[in-house]
């Protein structure tokens, strides 16, 4: 007979593209079949493995969620590099990183699209992940579901963490907690404008406090706390100022 499952709860970091990393490791967790997911919080692209995650476990358990995560990202891999800026996705794959890393014309460009707002470039605010949301997460069954859910949004007016829950959830919750604000234009909720929640919160823990949830969390980071070199290059310097900040 197999081994009682163990109940945990998931803490899910944000970090861009990493979060197919992310996938991997908790694919590998649903398989195994050994932990019982009783509550998870993440932020960023944690938010969005967290909600395919509770989607696919309230269908069809720990198979359910394996089939919901690798659905999740089939469909990020189907914008294949669309952004608002057009299709990106050919002509980058010309490009080798280090020759992005050591150009200094891809280190001025860097620099030019920092200084411009969205506001400006992306009038109107078009966002390839609200359709992936859309199409990979069902909203009705994370509200009714049993497993906690916690995603973290930073407001930007008041400076603080805001935490949303399952009777919260949304599809712009979701694109709120994933918001750079470089990037995309702040999503309004309830009306507060809401930034990436890795921001101050990646993921909130004390959630996971209270006496009625398990004691153990899995913590899945996507950011190195350590690097044994310093960066010199700008934008490495900017990588490792990100993974600073966001952890």
């Not at 197999?2 to 803490?11: N, Q």
């Not at 932990?35 to 993440?42: G, P, Q």
């Not at 199409?135 to 995603?151: C, G, Q, T």
């Amino acid at each position: 007979m197999p081994a009682k499952r163990k109940p945990v709860c998931l803490a899910l970091q944000g970090g861009g593209s990493h979060g197919a990393f992310q996938w991997g490791v908790l694919d590998r967790l649903l398989e195994d079949d050994r932990i019982e997911v009783k509550a998870v919080t993440a932020a960023s692209a944690g938010a969005m493995n967290a909600a395919a995650l509770v989607t696919g476990l309230e269908r069809n358990g720990a198979t359910g969620a394996r089939e919901a995560l690798d659905f999740l990202w089939q469909q990020v891999n189907q914008s294949g590099g669309r952004n608002v800026f057009g299709q990106s996705g050919a002509w980058l794959k010309s490009l080798t990183p280090q020759w992005m890393t050591e150009n200094p014309l891809w280190q001025a460009s860097q620099t030019l699209a920092m200084s411009m707002s969205p506001y400006s470039f992306n009038p109107l605010n078009l966002n390839p992940l609200k359709r992936v949301i859309e199409a990979a997460v069902d909203l009705e069954a994370i509200k009714a579901s049993k497993i906690r859910i916690h995603i973290s949004a930073t407001a930007v007016r008041a400076g603080q963490s805001r935490i949303f829950g399952n009777d919260e959830m949304t599809a712009d919750v979701l694109l709120a907690s994933a918001c750079l604000p470089h990037l995309f234009q702040a999503v309004e909720i309830d009306g507060e404008p809401y930034w990436d929640g890795g921001y101050l919160a990646n993921p909130a823990l004390w959630p996971l406090f209270a006496k009625d949830v398990p004691d153990d969390i899995i913590l899945l980071p996507l950011n190195p706390v350590f690097r044994a070199d310093t960066p010199k290059h700008s934008a490495d310097i900017m990588d490792r100022l990100n993974e600073i900040l966001f952890n």
